[in-house]
């Protein structure tokens, strides 16, 4: 399992609509299988994504916190787009 921190200055919103499109059916054809205002989880394939927000008021930023199994690097190289 792989787990990774970074910020963002994207609003939450944003990173989650990036997330499905990368991750689910449009992207790597994973199933949504929840979402909400501040996360997202995907699962197939024998693997998941969770990918967790938190806004930070004093930096004006989004914590992302995304966890994978199997797919570890396709999450690192949408970590990288944020």
């Known amino acids: 399992m792989?787990?990774?921190q970074t910020q963002s200055?994207?609003?939450r919103q944003t990173i989650l609509?990036?997330?499905v499109r990368y991750f689910g059916p449009e992207?790597?054809?994973l199933e949504v299988a929840e979402q909400s205002e501040?996360?997202?989880?995907f699962k197939g394939r024998g693997?998941?994504?969770s990918?967790?927000?938190?806004f930070q008021v004093a930096s004006k930023r989004t914590h992302v916190t995304a966890?994978?199994?199997?797919?570890?690097?396709?999450?690192h190289a949408f970590i990288g787009t944020l």
């Open 2 to 4: 792989i787990n990774v």
């Open 9 to 11: 200055r994207l609003a």
């Open 17 to 19: 609509e990036k997330a």
């Open 27 to 29: 992207g790597l054809d």
């Open 38 to 41: 501040c996360s997202a989880r």
């Open 47 to 49: 693997g998941f994504v």
């Open 51 to 54: 990918i967790a927000l938190e």
């Open 67 to 75: 966890i994978s199994r199997t797919f570890g690097p396709q999450m």
